[in-house]
C-alpha cells in the first residue's frame, strides 16, 4: 500500500503561482512514477504531469507545458507541483496518484488508469 497526501492548494489571481506537494508513505520502494492530475466541476480528470521516481525523467500536458514543472525529493518521499502563470481554467481539484507499474516510456504514465494510488486532492482556484 502506498498512502498520498496533497496539500498547497489555494485561491490566487490569474498570472499568481503555488505550489503543490504530494507526501507518500508506505511501500515507495514498488513506485515507479507519480503523476498529477486535475478535475474540473462536470469533466474528467485529466493528466497534468508525471515524473518518474527513481529515474530521471517527466511528462508533461500540453496544457500546461511551460507553466507547470514537477519535482520530487525522494528522501522526503514528496513530489512537488510548482505552477506559474496560472490561469482561470486551471481550476480544478489536482490529485497525485503514484504507478507500481514499469514503462520506459514516459508517456506511458498520462493515462489515468496505469495509476493504483490516489490522494484525496487539494482544490486550486484561480481568480481572473
Known amino acids: 500500500q502506498v498512502q498520498l497526501v496533497e496539500s498547497g492548494g489555494g485561491l490566487v489571481q490569474a498570472g499568481g503561482s503555488l505550489r503543490l506537494s504530494c507526501a507518500a508513505s508506505?511501500?515507495?520502494?514498488?513506485?515507479?512514477?507519480v503523476g498529477w492530475f486535475r478535475q474540473a466541476p462536470g469533466n474528467e480528470r485529466d493528466f497534468v504531469a508525471t515524473?518518474?521516481?527513481?529515474?530521471?525523467?517527466?511528462y508533461y500536458a500540453d496544457s500546461v507545458k511551460g507553466r507547470f514543472t514537477i519535482s520530487r525529493d525522494t528522501a522526503k518521499n514528496t513530489v512537488y507541483l510548482h505552477m506559474n502563470s496560472l490561469k482561470p481554467e486551471d481550476t480544478a481539484v489536482y490529485y497525485c496518484?503514484?504507478?507500481?507499474?514499469?514503462?520506459?516510456?514516459?508517456?506511458?504514465?498520462?493515462?489515468?488508469?496505469?495509476?493504483?494510488?490516489w490522494g484525496q486532492g487539494t482544490q486550486v482556484t484561480i481568480s481572473s
Open positions: 496518484a503514484a504507478s507500481d507499474r514499469y514503462n520506459g516510456d514516459i508517456p506511458y504514465y498520462r493515462v489515468r488508469g496505469r495509476y493504483f494510488y
Open positions: 508506505g511501500r515507495t520502494g514498488s513506485t515507479y512514477a
Open positions: 515524473i518518474r521516481w527513481s529515474e530521471i525523467g517527466a
